[in-house]
Each structure stands twice: as structure tokens, then as C-alpha cells.
């Protein structure tokens, strides 16, 4: 009986284990597939969903280069023409501030 109690508190555990630890892989994962077919603003959400789902206190760095990337080419290819030298620049900063955060890119 003892057995059996253990055991399935040991299922409950490695369940709230999977769920709160391990669903950014998920938000990560469908971030990639849009990142390769172009869809930056969709991989942008999902990155934003894998950050905010990531456990606390591990460094999420490749969520966050992966992230910073997505924005920027998001800005397209005519970034620094003088009507949208401004938003490029916020984007940018932002994307440096993304990086930073937690030490990734020091």
C-alpha cells in the first residue's frame, strides 16, 4: 500500500514537473517552425509565450538570441529608410535589451 502511494505521488510530481518546467519547449519549438517560414511576427509571440513560460532561475539564452533575431528581421529590408530610421532604432534597443537581461549577451 505504502508502494503504491509513493508511486503515485511520484507520478503527480514528475506531471506538475512537465507541465511548469518543461511547456516552453512547446512555445520554443513552434517559435522555430515560424521563424523558418519567414512568419516573424508569429515566432515573436511564441518566443514572448516560451520566456514567459520558462522556469525561474535558468538562463533561457537561445529563447532570447532566437527572440532578438525574429525582431529584427521583422524590421524588413527597408529598415533605414528616413521614415523608419526611428522605429528601427526602438526595435534594435529593444532586441539589445532582450539580450541582456539575465546576462545572456554580456
Known amino acids: 500500500m505504502k508502494r503504491k502511494i509513493l508511486a503515485a505521488i511520484f507520478i503527480v510530481l514528475i506531471t506538475i514537473f512537465g507541465f511548469l518546467f518543461l511547456r516552453y519547449i512547446f512555445y520554443y519549438n513552434k517559435g522555430n517552425r515560424l521563424y ?45 529608410a528616413p521614415e523608419n530610421v526611428e522605429n528601427s532604432i526602438a526595435t534594435l534597443m529593444e532586441a539589445r535589451d532582450i539580450l541582456l537581461e539575465d546576462g545572456c549577451a554580456t
Open 36 to 80: 523558418e517560414r519567414f512568419d516573424y511576427v508569429g515566432a515573436i509571440e511564441q518566443y514572448e509565450n516560451a520566456l514567459d513560460a520558462f522556469p525561474p532561475h535558468f538562463k533561457e539564452c537561445s529563447i532570447r538570441v532566437n527572440l532578438a533575431l525574429a525582431m529584427i528581421y521583422n524590421m524588413g529590408p527597408d529598415f533605414a
